[in-house]
C-alpha cells in the first residue's frame, strides 16, 4: 500500500540545535516533494520544494535533502528558535495525478529556550 | 503574493444545517482549488478538487452529494456541507494553486482554515 511517513510524531528540542525531521514514502513516485509549516489553527505555509532530480535544497536556516532511492527526505532546520515551534508536514507532488499532492501526517517539533 | 482568504473562519451551528465555506485566491488566479479536513492531531486529507467551470473531481469515500462544489469563477471556490450532522465537525481548509502552474512544481497556497461544529 501507498504510505507517506513522518517518523517522529514529536520532537523536543533545546534551542540553537539542528532539527531533523524525516519523511519516508512507499509506493509512490514523486516528481517533487514539499515542506509546509503549520501552526495551530491555521493552514500550512509553504516552506520549500525539491525536485526528483536535485539532491539538496537550502533556505535560510532551512535545508531539504531528497533520496529517491530510500524513498526519504530529511528537512533540517538549523540555530533553532523557539519561533520556530510548529507543526511541519512533508508532501509528495505526484507526477501522475493532475495537481494534488499528498501529505505525510505531521512531526509537531518544540524548540525550549 | 499568493494570498488566499477563506470565510467563515469558524461556524457552530445545529444538526441539519447546511453550511457553505468560501475560498477566495485574491491576488492570483487559480484554475483549480483543493479541499482538504483535517482532524485534531492528523494531516490534512484531500476531499475533493475543485476546477474551475467544470465538476469537481472526489476523492474515494468522499459523498458528493453531501459535499457540494462550485467553482464559479477563477478566484472563488465554495464547499457546501449539506444536512451537516456531528461527525462533520472538522476543521476544512482549502487551497489553490497559480493558473498555468500544472507542471506540479508549483506549491499550494493554503486558507487559515474554517473550524466547523454541529451541535
Known amino acids: 500500500s501507498q504510505k507517506i511517513e513522518q517518523n517522529s510524531e514529536a520532537l523536543n528540542i533545546q534551542e540553537g540545535k539542528t532539527a531533523t525531521l524525516t519523511c519516508n514514502y512507499t509506493?509512490?513516485?514523486?516528481?517533487?516533494l514539499q515542506w509546509y509549516r503549520q501552526d495551530p489553527g491555521r493552514g500550512p505555509v509553504f516552506l520549500l520544494l525539491i525536485r526528483e532530480n536535485e539532491k539538496e535544497k537550502r533556505k535560510e536556516r532551512l535545508k531539504v535533502t531528497f533520496d529517491t532511492t530510500l524513498k526519504q527526505s530529511l528537512f533540517h532546520i538549523t540555530a533553532s528558535q523557539p519561533a520556530d515551534s510548529a507543526t511541519y508536514l512533508c508532501?509528495?507532488?505526484?507526477?501522475?495525478?493532475?495537481?494534488?499532492?499528498?501529505f505525510g501526517s505531521g512531526t509537531r517539533l518544540s524548540i525550549r529556550p | 503574493g499568493a494570498v488566499v482568504s477563506q470565510h467563515p473562519s469558524r461556524v457552530i451551528c445545529k444538526s441539519g444545517t447546511s453550511v457553505k465555506i468560501e475560498c477566495r485566491s485574491l491576488?492570483?488566479?487559480?484554475?483549480?482549488m483543493f479541499w482538504y479536513r483535517q482532524f485534531p492531531k492528523q494531516s490534512l486529507m484531500l476531499m475533493a478538487t475543485?476546477?474551475?467551470?467544470?465538476?469537481?473531481?472526489?476523492e474515494q469515500g468522499v459523498e458528493k452529494d453531501k459535499f457540494l462544489i462550485n467553482h464559479a469563477s477563477l478566484t472563488l471556490s465554495t464547499l457546501t456541507v449539506t444536512s451537516a450532522h456531528p461527525e462533520d465537525s472538522s476543521f476544512y481548509i482549502c487551497?489553490?494553486?497559480?493558473?498555468?502552474?500544472?507542471?506540479?512544481?508549483?506549491?499550494?497556497?493554503f486558507g487559515d482554515g474554517t473550524r466547523l461544529s454541529i451541535l
Open positions: 487551497s489553490a494553486r497559480r493558473t498555468g502552474s500544472r507542471g506540479s512544481n508549483q506549491p499550494q497556497h
Open positions: 491576488d492570483f488566479q487559480a484554475t483549480t
Open positions: 509506493n509512490y513516485s514523486p516528481a517533487y
Open positions: 508532501a509528495l507532488d505526484l507526477y501522475s495525478s493532475a495537481s494534488k499532492i499528498i
Open positions: 475543485s476546477n474551475e467551470g467544470s465538476k469537481a473531481t472526489y
